[in-house]
T-cell receptor
């Protein structure tokens, strides 16, 4: 079966760095997405990785290793507004998105 | 504002009621989706429409009935629901279905409670 694993919850301190991991087992691979979802709001697109390596976009970076079935989202200089759930999703060989259950990130002052 | 609008934002309905959820996208996309989001569970894809044609129905019970009159509008008709159907229902759109790297844009969802 297809499976996406990510931690249920993480806590970090304002101004610090946090890494949210995602491991996957899917039928084929056509890219990995990260989305951010604030409570009661729509998930919003953060990043897309299809090749191995690190993609940097401001305070957020996303890394992919296809051979290991592994990705992480790195958030730097954490702000209180970064408190949200972070969803990892993999597009399989049928171009269907397989979703993780999300990681709830709590930022403390 | 993602360009995808869902109404209503909140809905409470009895098990014998009939109601409809509405989704509208202003992005010119060709693919639209219904997802169910339950607490601490992955997003569950329910239905996919591509160019107004239903391309996927992921074993969804018949008490959920989708309708896509045009590429900008999507409805989810609900009838005789069960309490376990209570969840956040998300609509999404993307440029096309079946293209790698195509990000989805989500609406804010309808929080449905079945009593």
């Amino acid at each position: 079966g297809q499976n996406i694993d990510q931690p249920t919850e993480m806590t970090a301190t304002e101004g610090a760095i946090v890494q949210i991991n995602c491991t996957y087992q899917t039928s084929g691979f056509n890219g990995l997405f990260w989305y951010q979802q604030h409570a009661g709001e729509a998930p919003t697109f953060l990043s897309y990785n299809v090749l191995d390596g690190l993609e940097e976009k401001g305070r957020f970076s996303s890394f992919l290793s296809r051979s290991k079935g592994y990705s992480y989202l790195l958030l730097k200089e954490l702000q209180m507004k970064d408190s949200a759930s972070y969803l990892c999703a993999v597009m399989d060989s049928n171009y269907q998105l397989i979703w993780g259950a999300g990681t709830k990130l709590i930022i403390k002052p | 504002e993602t360009g995808v609008t869902q109404t209503p934002r909140h809905l409470v309905m009895g098990m014998t009621n009939k109601k409809s959820l509405k989704c509208e996208q202003h992005l010119g996309h060709n693919a639209m989706y219904w997802y169910k989001q339950s607490a601490k569970k992955p997003l569950e894809l329910m239905f996919v429409y591509n160019f107004k044609e239903q391309t996927e129905n992921n074993s969804v019970p018949s008490r959920f009935s989708p309708e896509c009159p045009n590429s900008s509008h999507l409805f989810l008709h609900l009838h005789t629901l069960q309490p376990e159907d209570s969840a956040l229902y998300l609509c999404a759109s993307s440029q096309d279905r079946g293209t790698g790297g195509t990000e989805a844009f989500f609406g804010q969802g309808t929080r449905l409670t079945v009593v």
